[in-house]
């Protein structure tokens, strides 16, 4: 027996950046849902941008997943099976939730919208998919490059999951991490690549209407809905690290509003608020998610005292050739995932698109790296590079301010002595003959503890 529902309704621009919910009822015995939503118009008259609709899913007792993407709107789920971007599993009976997730509602449009909800108690025969989860071996400690950031068929890329990870593989990176929108649906897959050659890493993007956050080392979903969890981003933000989540700022000065919609962060209460990472160079440097303003926005919060680690991340969608893609090259004392966020976390990483940069500290006998805090009257900075071509040059960063700049032929080091009570916090960039970035390390802080936040 099938049973059908069906829902219309419509919505206009006042109805923008919210969450709608759509309850119907599951009875027992049911072994498939398909919901097919489809609304119109997909695109206003005269103007290039579309209503962008996506839903979000929730059975009796938790999320099913999300499918934020444009193309595909409808969705199946078995006990076995499910349309990427939802998580397969048995139909609790009870009441169901699917919610509209408005991203954008043009202001010209009325958009009609209806839901085809149907239950069917019919026997399904289908194998169960079973993922057995990949090992890595751990390797010891050493510098370890990867991506913390990136996307499948399960949000809005153009590609699947064994795609995404050959990526990892064509790229030479030991570690890939999967941060889909709003769902964690991929990751079992995913970790079932992981071998020696490369880690998979999992997460989440929370994909909010206000900004967009990488909630990475959990395979658990996380509720993203600003307004719907009644939470403002600071809690949603705890909950995460709560969890267990390395908790990333993503993409703060993208460009937003209208064309990308939240890809800017508009949360005035995490500016930064708690967070104390964020990524400054999202896919290629001099590309719309406007990373050279990210890194002054990071430079400013480092300069009001935050203790922040800023990241990398290719935020790929599908196959690219972006050779200013950065990376994060992070010292970490295993190649396994909670010992290369916690390096992250601390700040042990440099951001490079080719060359090899190593920074260290000694400051009253006690030496550190990238990262890390040196208290005592001076500081001793040693930078190690490699790799560097035709026109890059080294700029050593104090405060925000370049300090001292000169060009980095293939490889070198120096080294420079620094008085703490001007030098808060220095770093070093290399940057191109364009000055487009090539490769920024993190900080080394000077002081104690007390006089960071
Ligand atoms: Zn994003
Ligand atoms: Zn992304």
New binding site residues.
Partial sequence: MTQRTRIEGSLDHRHQKQHLPFAFSVPPGATKLTIRFDYSPKISDGQSLTNDLSLTLFDPQGARGARHNNRDRNLTITAHSATPGYVPGALQPGIWTVWIDSHRLLPSSVVTFTFEIEISDEPVSEPEQVWIKGKTAPRGSGWYRGDLHGHTYHSDASWDVPDFVQYGRDYKLDFVTLTD?NTISPLAQHDSYSADDLLTMGGM?M?TYYG?ALALGLRQWLEWRVDAADAAMPELADRARYAGATYII??PL?VGDPFCTG?DWQYPDMMPGSARCVEVWNGPWDGASNNPLALELWYSWLNQGYRMAATAGS?IHGAADYASFGFNNVYAEALREDAILTAIRQGHLYLSSGPQLELTGRASQHSGMMGDLLAGDSLTMQVTWRGCAEGDHLRLIVNGQVSEEFSCLNSGQHQWTLDTAQARWCLVEIRDAKNDMRAVTNPIFTGTEAGWR
Avoid: I, L, V, Y
């Fill in positions: 929108h993007e994909t967009h993503a993409h993208s890809c935020d």
